[in-house]
């Protein structure tokens, strides 16, 4: 049924809807309103789970941890400083080859304090073995929370589903809730065969020395790599059944003859939808690149939608203090074995969560006409507020 729902209650249905064995919750700015709702919900007898109140983020990581080895659906959120709290967790969440869902409330990540939205938080754990998706809008988010505990159970690794914060977790958007019909046929009930039994004992999480260490990383790594195709084909599936999708490994909004790409993630694809609609015919019009797999990355997948670019504008909403933009420095690398490259351009835009006006679109493509272009820019800083040494 279509309502109008913040995105926040919007997930906490969405988790509802899956019938999670436990929640572990613990509030952080901007993900608070999720696990209040998934609160209420529990109170009010519409959701029956095992609610876990923690005294912080490492412990709901190590709760969720503990229930799903045990064989429970377990779910939990977070952002920011509070990913960081559990990163040594979510290393061994992945590491251990633990299925279970988070939603990150992406935020930017201090000092200096900043509340507001970038993707500074899910960047800084890029490489703990989680599958990570991004969501454009909260319908998105909504599709891809319950098709991540599907994914996460057949797959054995967890997922952490994006969403930015603010901008999506506290905005009311018209929103298709699918009937828990729909979901009980598309999502199994819970099994996981690495699940531990105290009436047949054993271990989870041994010793492993460098005998074997390389091949149980190889291992996760491929397991990544297997995902990619189970990603589109749980996207297909969930189509099938409530008649949407949510964008498989990425989404391509083409232009005719478009020469020029922007690929981005999150909410700021919009953004750039809005503005290439404003600007009409204007100065040509753009090939909108969505990617909603960030881990694993789609290489082939996005070396297929850049065929016949001339040049690519890659959206970063966090930087690599040192070297640039994350998602560009990756694109970059994953393109160079093309015959027939576009040329990256990588802008970082909306760090801290400043706001990314619709007219970016048309500064972006003027910019990368010009011969002295920057490969790399935090677009939207203004250089005249810092001393000439930092600039």
Same mark, same amino acid.
Request: hydrophobic share 50%; charged share 25%; aromatic share 4%.
């Given at each position: 049924m279509r309502e109008a729902l913040e995105g926040s209650l919007a997930i906490a249905r969405a988790v509802t809807l899956a019938r999670p064995d436990v929640v572990a919750a613990y509030p952080i700015t901007p993900q608070t309103h999720i696990v209040e709702n998934i609160s209420k919900l529990v109170a009010d007898g519409d959701l029956h789970t095992e609610f876990v109140s923690v005294e912080s983020e490492f412990s709901a990581a190590s709760v969720v941890l503990g229930a799903a080895a045990a064989g429970a659906r377990a779910y939990t959120a977070s952002a920011s400083q509070g990913i960081l709290l559990m990163s040594e967790v979510m290393f061994n969440i992945a590491g251990l080859r633990v299925p279970l869902v988070m939603t990150i409330a992406n935020r930017s990540v201090g000092a200096p304090l900043n509340i507001w939205n970038d993707q500074s938080d899910t960047m800084a754990v890029r490489d703990a073995g989680w599958i990570q998706l991004h969501c454009s809008t909260n319908q998105e988010a909504v599709d891809t929370t319950i098709q991540a505990f599907r994914l996460a159970q057949e797959t054995e690794l967890p997922v952490a589903v994006n969403m930015d914060g603010f901008v999506l977790t506290h905005t009311m958007e018209a929103i298709d809730m699918p009937s828990q019909e729909q979901v009980d046929a598309f999502l199994p009930p819970f099994e996981f065969a690495g699940a531990l039994d105290p009436a047949n004992p054993r271990s989870l999480g041994t010793l492993v020395d460098p005998d074997w260490f390389a091949e149980v990383r190889h291992s996760h790594h491929a397991a990544l790599g297997k995902a990619l195709e189970r990603i589109e084909q749980i996207d297909a599936e969930y189509a099938r059944i409530t008649g949407r999708a949510a964008g498989g490994l990425l989404a391509v909004a083409d232009a005719p003859g478009a020469k020029v790409g922007i690929l981005a993630m999150g909410s700021v694809v919009g953004t750039m939808l809005a503005g290439r609609e404003d600007l009409g015919a204007e100065a040509g019009?753009? /090939?909108?690149?969505?990617? /909603?797999?960030? /881990? #694993?990355? #789609?290489?082939?997948?996005? /070396?297929?939608?850049? =065929?016949?670019? =001339?040049?690519?504008?890659?959206?970063?909403?966090?930087?690599? #203090?040192?070297?640039?933009?994350?998602?560009?420095? =990756?694109?970059?690398?994953?393109?160079?074995?093309? =015959?027939r490259a576009p040329k990256v351009y990588n802008f970082a835009l909306g760090l801290g969560g400043r706001d990314i006006p619709e007219t970016r679109y048309a500064e972006m493509l003027a910019l990368i006409e010009r011969p002295d272009a920057p490969r790399f820019a935090v677009l939207d800083a203004d250089l005249e507020k810092l001393p000439p040494e930092d600039r």
């Open positions: 019009q753009a /090939r909108i690149i969505r990617l /909603r797999a960030f /881990r #694993p990355f #789609p290489a082939r997948a996005l /070396r297929a939608a850049v =065929e016949g670019l =001339e040049k690519l504008v890659v959206i970063d909403r966090a930087i690599s #203090p040192g070297l640039g933009g994350v998602l560009g420095t =990756e694109v970059s690398a994953v393109l160079s074995t093309m =015959e």
